[in-house]
């Protein structure tokens, strides 16, 4: 599968994606995150993370710009770094800060607002894409290379069940 669409009635549904995503996760993917403020985004990662098996306090890398995870993925120690570029003033920030090293096959980037590193981010293996549709959220997901095909093929998800 290279692309999948839903509709969630409610922040329960995305938060039930999250959890579903977590379970098709695979060291080395990058994830971009796209949709307005109030989309859902932190809501998808906080979920994913907390399916993942993390425990802790998962909060918006707002001002931080990345929080590093370590979670367990069938049995192997994975870190998932979170990043928020909302607030990135420029692409050259990105590369100054030394987070294009975090995209490598091991970590999994789930990356808020990709837009505002356009330049210098590698290329994503899932877009997903979140909007505001009456109560709920439309979400749609584009794998873009062979790993993110994958993480879909693996992706079990109903949505509003």
């Given at each position: 599968m290279q692309h999948f669409k839903a509709h969630l009635h409610d922040e329960a549904g995305?938060?039930?994606?999250?959890?579903?995503?977590?379970?098709?996760?695979?060291?080395?993917?990058?994830?971009?995150?796209?949709?307005?403020?109030?989309?859902?985004?932190?809501?998808?990662?906080?979920a994913l993370l907390h399916a993942a098996?993390?425990?802790?306090?998962?909060?918006?890398?707002?001002?931080?710009?990345?929080?590093p995870y370590r979670v367990q993925l069938n049995g192997r120690a994975v870190n998932v770094i979170h990043f928020d570029l909302y607030r990135m003033g420029s692409p050259e920030e990105f590369l100054d800060a030394g987070f294009r090293e975090d995209f490598n096959g091991d970590n999994i980037c789930i990356v808020e607002w990709p837009e505002k590193a356009d330049r210098v981010l590698p290329p994503p293996d899932l877009n997903l894409f979140l909007s505001?549709?009456?109560?709920?959220?439309?979400?749609?997901?584009?794998?873009?290379?062979?790993?993110?095909?994958?993480?879909?093929e693996r992706l079990?998800?109903?949505p509003n069940l």
């Open positions: 995305t938060c039930a994606l999250g959890a579903s995503l977590a379970r098709a996760l695979a060291p080395g993917l990058a994830i971009y995150l796209h949709g307005d403020l109030g989309a859902g985004k932190t809501a998808l990662t906080r098996g993390y425990e802790g306090t998962v909060k918006s890398p707002t001002y931080t710009l990345s929080e505001v549709a009456g109560d709920g959220r439309d979400v749609e997901l584009q794998a873009t290379t062979a790993l993110g095909h994958s993480c879909l079990h998800f109903a």
